[in-house]
């Protein structure tokens, strides 16, 4: 349920709304804009029916929240979330800056991943994506380096200040993770693992949540509800593309979902290319019409030799096409009134001579 | 001479963090005190047969210590929800001392 305030209300009349709201054990949520500030009200709204709230002292009205989700929801909260990653300089999600996150699907050795970090954060990306631990669909492929592979992304963040994303499988490894992360993927097999989206909302790092291949948009927002249900709202959501009847490209990238998100929720939005279409090639058209869609951000998978790559090998950018795609991106994200951090010139055998 | 400095503003840091740490040992003493309070209101509420979950003198206590917070020019919404906190340590404070209470008499 969300309370809306009267322009001009005091501080005292809306301490008495929230103990009203309180007293039947709901939790309050004050959220304040430039013209109104609303109040969200969680709790069993049942308990609220004989109090008559719309009768208050600075009250203007009343909505009950209709859809399942509610913290999540764009109505709970009109300003837009935008969510920090790492310490220091960091890189921001939701802003007005569009953000890159890019990187090899999977930690395969220290050459490999600081020849990518170096390539990337030239390009002008502004988080490092890197997978310790990987969910395959065959029990036999290449699962991840694990430990090894943390240790290996906080070193190259040390190198490039380039906060590390990485996905986190298991509900038992939410905490070994979050001690190197800086922002915890939970990937699209893993989205309705509601014990995991519990366990990840504990330990307060952002959370990168990825579309289940046959979950809908509503599904998504449930799931991500379950995060913020835990009092933690740094959530990003991603859309990889879902699984239709089409089998030219390895998922179907639901541009609408976009928008669709943005409307419904105050939570940035991203988009994986590289998952949606599973071709290198597709990777620029899908990045350019996320980003013309609204998306807040992208994360592309970039190999230094997709060639030899041990997973994803057809869907990672080169180095070369990766910063081709970026610049190629820069038109498009400034139509859509969005900024991107500037390309800087790669350091001469930066990363490459380990 | 920025060596000197250092060295000064570093002692000055140290000093800071001795006083902290007091403060800290202060709020502590404190949230003890409040916790002792809470044990014995919560044999209270069972002597009168009362549930130990009180929604609207919780309601009550945040209300007022989040007016007196910002009559201090300190963030109301932070102490808000420090106090939201304190009061459920508080709260499972007393569950547990019922808890063993009961346990006690089953024995």
């Not at chain 1, 799931?223 to 593309?241: K, Q, T, W």
Request: proline share 5%; with cysteine; glycine share 8%.
């Amino acid at each position: 349920m969300i309370i809306v305030t009267r322009p001009g209300i005091t501080e005292i009349q809306l301490d008495a709304i929230r103990e009203a709201v309180e007293r039947a054990g709901f939790q309050t949520h004050l959220s304040r804009g430039e013209h109104r500030t609303i109040l969200g009200c969680i709790g069993d709204e049942r308990m609220l029916s004989e109090v008559p709230l719309a009768t208050l002292p600075g009250v203007e009205s009343v909505i009950p929240i209709l859809k399942p989700y509610r913290q999540v929801a764009r109505d709970f909260r009109a300003e837009a979330t935008i969510v920090t990653v790492g310490e220091g300089v960091g890189a921001s999600i939701g802003g007005n800056a569009l953000a890159v996150i890019a990187g090899p699907c999977s930690v395969e050795g220290r050459d490999m991943l600081f020849e990518s970090a170096h390539v990337v954060k030239a390009a002008g990306a502004t988080l490092l994506r890197g997978g310790a631990y990987k969910p395959r669909s065959s029990p036999y492929a290449f699962r991840g380096l694990g430990e090894e592979a943390l240790m290996l992304l906080t070193e190259v963040r040390e190198e490039t200040g380039l906060p590390i994303v990485t996905e986190v499988m298991d509900t038992r490894q939410v905490e070994l993770v979050a001690a190197h992360a800086d922002m915890l993927q939970i990937g699209a097999r893993n989205m309705q693992n509601f014990a995991l989206l519990s366990a990840v909302g504990e330990v307060r790092r952002p959370v990168l949540l990825k579309r289940g291949l046959s979950a809908t948009v509503e599904e998504l927002l449930l799931a991500a509800e379950y995060i913020l249900a835990r009092g933690y709202d740094h959530v990003i959501l991603c859309e990889r593309g879902i699984r239709t009847f089409e089998t030219a490209t390895r998922n179907t990238l639901d541009v609408s979902a976009v928008p669709v998100l943005k409307r419904e929720t105050h939570l940035p939005v991203i988009v994986d290319p590289s998952h949606a279409g599973g071709k290198a090639w597709l990777v620029a058209p899908l990045s350019f019409a996320a980003v013309a869609a609204g998306a807040d951000g992208l994360i592309i998978e970039v190999h230094p030799k997709p060639s030899e790559a041990k997973s994803d090998a057809e869907q990672s950018l080169t180095p070369t096409d990766f910063n081709d795609v970026m610049a190629r991106l820069r038109p498009f994200a400034a139509a859509a009134g969005r900024t991107m951090a500037a390309a800087t010139p790669l350091m001469a055998g930066a990363g490459a001579t380990r | 001479m920025t060596r000197e400095r250092d060295a000064k503003g570093m002692a000055a840091i140290d000093s800071l963090r001795v006083r902290i740490e007091k403060a800290d040992d202060a709020l502590l003493a404190l949230l003890q005190r409040r916790m002792r309070l809470a044990r014995a209101i919560g044999k209270a509420k069972q002597e009168a047969g009362l549930p130990i979950l009180d929604p609207a003198r919780e309601a009550r206590v945040v209300r007022r210590v989040a007016a007196r917070a910002r009559e201090l020019g300190m963030p109301a919404e932070e102490v808000r929800s420090l106090f939201w906190n304190i009061i459920a340590l508080c709260r499972s404070e007393q569950i547990h001392a019922r808890t063993a209470r009961s346990a006690r008499s089953v024995k």
